[in-house]
């Protein structure tokens, strides 16, 4: 039994997963890359560094266990690794490349790339998705730069490799990424009925009033269940702002309202928020009203973006939706916001796979 094989059959034993067979027929592609990169480098003047072995790219629907899989793999290999979440990864990358141009180089990527792979030996991204056509005209080359210097790339996603960036602007340009993808990496998808995601929260509470010490609790589990351990902040460039989630994970993302809603945000910061994330988790929404009308006029906004994207909301407030806003201006505008509040609570909602 491989190292990965008796990690998954001691979290079945202790109950923290259930058999899934789809799982279980993935292990050997991660266990091919941990056992390729525990092979000694041999040193010497004329030895030469063994050939990398060929990356992972798995995917399949949300919530069935790619990114838990994943995390299983990382802990098990024993070499320079980065585990990141790709959106946030790349935001990396547009910084550092502005850094790089200050030198007056030529090429402000090559740099960036050589002292990413000067880092690590393996790279594990969750949730690659490209919709952005910057992230887009530079991946290719990025990553034709790591697999070059011999980074192993493992990564998940919930598009197959040929949906990446699909309808975007100038799509043709992207279309060798793709193939450099296939050439350098085992595709894989996951093929299971179950969405874990799901069901942990299935028929489940996913909006807690009123504010206080239990609705926080409650939050926590639920950021317990769904994301699975610490998050990181995860920031998003937003023409030339920076909109901060202080929590991130697995796809799942913690703000608290006036984190989103206090500061001067709007629509195209919640559409990142919402092609970022698949769950926000938002904590201590207050009664809404004449004294903080510019912050309910965001959080209407806020609200109409999620739910047009499909993003599911886990939150606290002070009231039900119908009585957060009960006066002031826009008080009868917002039964549209508490009518979307409470489908957004529905399991239908939070069923439906897009």
Not at 253 to 275: H, I, K, S, W
Request: with cysteine.
């Amino acid at each position: 039994m491989s190292m990965i094989d008796q990690i998954y059959a001691r979290k079945l034993e202790e109950g923290h997963l259930r058999p899934d067979p789809a799982q279980q027929a993935v292990l050997p592609e991660f266990e091919r890359i941990r056992a390729a990169l525990a092979q000694p480098v041999k040193r010497g003047l004329f030895r030469k560094a063994p050939e990398a072995p060929k990356g992972l790219y798995l995917w399949g629907g949300v919530g069935r266990g790619k990114s838990m899989l994943m995390d299983l793999f990382v802990e098990t290999v024993d070499v320079p690794a980065r585990r990141v979440h790709f959106h946030a990864f790349m935001q990396e990358i547009h910084a550092a490349m502005h850094e790089a141009r200050k030198t007056g180089v030529d090429d402000a990527l090559a740099p960036v790339a050589a002292s990413v792979a000067q880092s690590v030996r393996l790279l594990a991204f969750d949730e690659m998705q490209i919709t952005d056509i910057t992230d887009a005209m530079i991946v290719g080359r990025l990553f034709e730069a790591l697999f070059a210097a011999g980074v192993v790339i493992v990564t998940t996603s919930n598009r197959v490799p040929d949906d990446l960036y699909k309808d975007g602007l100038n799509r043709q340009l992207f279309l060798p990424f793709i193939e450099l993808i296939e050439d350098k990496m085992v595709v894989r998808e996951l093929v299971s009925d179950t969405d874990y995601r799901q069901d942990r929260l299935s028929g489940g509470e996913v909006y807690f009033t009123p504010l206080g010490s239990t609705a926080r609790a409650a939050l926590d589990q639920v950021w317990d269940d769904l994301a699975g351990g610490p998050g990181e902040p995860l920031n998003l460039a937003v023409k030339g702002r920076t909109v901060t989630l202080p929590a991130f994970r697995n796809g799942v993302a913690r703000a608290r309202f006036f984190d989103l809603c206090g500061v001067p945000l709007g629509p195209a910061d919640y559409l990142a928020v919402a092609e970022a994330v698949r769950v926000l988790i938002l904590d201590d929404i207050p009664c809404l009203g004449r004294s903080n009308f510019n912050e309910a006029k965001r959080f209407v906004t806020l609200i109409d973006t999620l739910y047009e994207a499909g993003t599911r909301l886990v939150a606290s407030a002070a009231a039900a939706p119908e009585m957060l806003y009960l006066e002031g201006d826009g008080a009868f505008e917002f039964e549209r916001t508490a009518s979307r509040l409470r489908e957004m609570q529905s399991e239908d909602w939070w069923s439906d796979p897009s």
